[in-house]
């Protein structure tokens, strides 16, 4: 053996070869880098750091920790069996009666959250409190209003004096900390979420389920017929992706409403009677039967373009061996969709899961979804950790599907076109 | 050809340059007969700067708080229910405006520094006279007695109102209700009367879908905002009835957004609080003005709501008539900017279980 092989393969200007490909590759790397760069940014500013945000916002409470920081030093004193001392009172009188701006405002917000008429109180109180000179503080302070006596209130305080919680996930799942801060179920007239929750994954199922049975005839006629009929037909399953979504939801509201179409037809026909009509509107019920016809192309594609590759060949080969239609089918055709079947799963059951706008319009009092109440706190009790709390579960149950998904069924085998 | 572009160019730049001394503003209201009537009252005669483009939401201070957080604001003057204007001005998310002007003239104080005062609307039941041939429903009792009026009822999605309305069908006086709702007995009875037709309501969320439920006949009564019940039955002459009793009167006011266009959002805001605008928008929906001297101006010009084929008196039509007062419940916006959320999500319960 010569020199060359124990030591190292040099290029013609006396570089070491290795050396010499690790430059010309980390060029190469830096070029793909700079290439896919503004889409990684535009993935960064419009899809990570608001979902980083909103995960935060989940857990902050940090807000109301710089509006009575004096205050809730002085609280972890109060030994909670009577009222606070004159100290405590007084240091919660200066600190509404010199806060500047709007902090006295945004702080009543997120404390009406752990015990409603905070808000009224310190409103009121930041009026009156000018008006107050001089000590001792706590009657006068009682005189103003007198929740300022009540326990119930100074013992809130006491869930907000960390600057994280957990207390908005707690009531996302329809729990929530008492006044000794301990975890307890939320009152049974305020527990809708764990029932929502269920509900969510019920409907999304189901309407999963109904997508696939109705999709994957559809699929198969598309993906057999000539040409020339199946553009046609693709064309009917494209149409109501051109029309609006509100538009398609109020066209079926019209069908089906007890007085529509579909029910005056029925009684018409004398299949039902005038007071029988069947309420397919306003209930879960709706939501299950509006939302499976918005998201069948989701399923009908994927299966299509699967469906396509699959060579005629197969089952004819199944066939001429002597397999029963129904066995050939089963047999070859089936698991040769798999990957479709299961892209368009996965697609429809997304979708479904956080479906908002029909189950406002249709779904009436139980066919409200998790989106719903999201968008509720979001746009009414303007209560964000607790959105920012709801979508985070959703998000979190989504990647636990997916992992299951990629454990069970393998992401590779998933065909989306 | 080159030098024509650039001509055309820079003479769009000069042109964009001198109109936005004078901002254009995005007004953001309700939509339907509502929005209309503003838009006849106010809008159009609106002469300053180069125009006001007209905006529909759904009520919420969501959307105004994510523009003003994110130091985005595309909204310039938004109509707001009363605890919204509580909590908005609160947080910081109005500006201030200058009283002086309409405070001694108002029907009611303003219920915070950042409105201006537009009008008096009410929840109040209603329905079809075609749907009752024999005896009528005359009180909220009735709306609220499936057994003597059978059929389906249709109410809205949130709690407001309905509470106060239940209370009073329960047999609490219409001016003792907020008494009643501050003690937890009071909303636990409350709901133990919403028990009673839970299975008989259909929810809306839309102002225009009760008119639309009652007139298919889904439901034979339905609660509505008054002002659409009242177009309909004065524009498009529809066979409506209102049930005047425990009609719950609610405030509406306007506001300007804080970082939006602010002069110009104010300088609108005093146009359309005038009292000659108030009593303006009667004409083309019965809302009650919120100031005194809209109502004189009112009187004297009655028939004052502009129809075809010869004007309606509009008084009658509004919620603040005398003889609906007298039976109405006057909304608290402190009691619900307290207790809102718990009671939201208690009416979330009843509805969903």
Redesign the interface.
């Known amino acids: 053996m010569n020199e060359t092989t124990t030591g190292s393969i040099l290029t013609t200007e006396g570089v070491p070869l290795k050396v010499s490909l690790q430059k010309a590759e980390r060029r190469n790397k830096i070029r793909a880098i700079l290439l896919v760069a503004p889409l990684l940014l535009f993935i960064l500013f419009t899809f990570l750091i608001p979902i980083g945000d909103m995960l935060l916002r989940s857990v902050d409470d940090s807000y109301i920790n710089t509006v009575f920081p004096k205050t809730f030093k002085e609280y972890k004193k109060w030994d909670r069996q009577d009222l606070p001392s004159e100290e405590l009172y007084k240091t919660m009188f200066f600190e509404v009666k010199d806060s500047e ?2 902090a ?3 702080a ?2 997120r404390m ?2 752990a015990k ?5 109180l310190l ?1 009121k109180s930041k009026r009156k409190f000018k008006k107050i000179e001089e000590g001792p503080y706590k009657e006068q302070m009682i005189a103003i209003d007198k929740k300022w006596a009540d326990m119930e209130y100074w013992k809130a305080i006491g869930v907000m004096v960390d600057a994280t919680t957990a207390g908005y996930y707690l009531n996302a799942v329809d729990l929530k900390y008492n006044v000794d801060k301990e975890v307890v179920r939320q009152k049974e ?4 979420y764990n ?2 929750w269920f ?1 969510t994954f019920k409907v999304s199922v189901l309407v999963m389920v109904f997508c696939l049975m109705l999709g994957y005839p559809i699929a198969y006629l598309l993906s057999t017929l000539p040409l020339k009929y199946s553009n046609l037909l693709m064309i009917c399953v494209l149409l109501p992706f051109w029309t609006s979504l509100l538009v398609r939801t109020v066209a079926w509201m019209v069908m089906l ?3 529509g179409v579909f029910n005056n037809l029925l009684v018409m026909a004398n299949v039902i009677s005038d007071d029988s009509r069947f309420k397919l509107i ?1 209930n879960e019920t709706a939501t299950i039967i509006f939302i499976t016809p918005i998201l069948l192309p989701f399923m009908v594609l994927p299966l299509y373009s699967v469906m396509k590759t699959i060579s005629p060949n197969y089952m004819r080969a199944a066939l001429n061996l002597g397999a029963s239609p129904m066995h050939a089918f089963y047999k070859i055709y089936m698991p040769n969709s798999v990957p479709g079947v299961s892209a368009g799963c996965l697609l429809v059951f997304i979708i479904a899961i956080g479906y908002y706008i029909t189950p ?1 319009l249709v779904g ?3 066919g ?1 979804m998790v989106g719903n ?1 999201i968008a ?1 706190h ?7 950790g607790l959105c920012a709390s709801l979508g985070a579960i959703l998000l979190a149950m989504m990647t636990v599907l997916y992992w299951a998904y990629n454990k069970i069924v393998g992401i590779e085998n998933i065909k989306l076109g | 050809m080159f030098k024509l572009i650039k001509a055309t160019f820079l003479g769009l730049i000069a042109i964009a340059f001198t109109a936005s001394s004078y901002a254009d503003i995005t007004f953001v209201s309700w939509g339907g007969a509502s929005t209309n009537s503003q838009q006849k009252a106010y809008i159009d005669t609106w002469s300053k700067g180069s125009g006001v483009t007209v905006e529909n939401y759904n009520g919420g201070l969501g959307e105004i708080k994510a523009q003003v957080e994110a130091g985005n604001v595309t909204w310039d003057v938004v109509d707001v229910l009363p605890d919204q204007a509580i909590t908005g001005c609160d947080e910081g998310l109005f500006v201030k405006v200058d009283q002086s002007e309409f405070i001694n003239d108002m029907v009611v104080p303003p219920v915070s520094d950042c409105v201006v005062p537009q009008i008096f609307w009410a929840y109040t039941a209603f329905y079809d006279k075609a749907a009752f041939p024999g005896k009528k429903p005359k009180n909220i009792k009735d709306f609220f007695d499936v057994k003597k009026f059978p059929g389906k009822r249709g109410i809205h999605t949130w709690a407001n109102a309905l509470i106060e309305m239940a209370l009073v069908a329960d047999g609490v006086k219409a001016s003792k209700v907020y008494d009643v709702m501050s003690t937890p007995e009071g909303i636990d009875r409350a709901f133990a009367k919403l028990d009673t037709i839970k299975d008989h309501v259909v929810f809306w969320s839309a102002g225009s879908k009760p008119l639309e439920l009652v007139s298919s006949g889904e439901v034979v009564m339905a609660l509505a905002y008054n002002g659409r019940i009242g177009a309909a039955v004065l524009s498009e002459g529809k066979d409506f009835e209102y049930i005047w009793d425990a009609t719950v009167l609610e405030q509406e006011y306007l506001v300007a957004i804080k970082g939006g266009n602010e002069k110009e959002a104010l300088e609108f805001m005093a146009h359309a609080s005038t009292a000659q605008a108030l009593a303006d928008q009667a004409k083309y929906i019965p809302y009650g003005p919120m100031r005194k001297s809209s109502i004189d101006i009112i009187k004297k010009g009655e028939p004052w709501f502009i129809k075809e084929g010869g004007n309606i008196d509009i008084l009658p039509h509004m919620p603040t008539a005398p003889k609906v007062l007298k039976r109405a419940v006057i909304a608290d916006p402190v009691w619900w900017a307290d207790n809102g959320a718990e009671v939201s999500e208690r009416f979330g319960a009843w509805k969903g279980n």
Do not use: V
């Open positions: 701006g709007y006295i405002g945004k009543s917000t009406n959250y409603s008429g905070w808000k009224s409103k007239n305020r527990r809708i029932h929502t509900k409403q007890q007085k306003y406002e009436g009092k139980d409200q109440w509720y979001l746009k009414t009790t303007l209560n964000w």
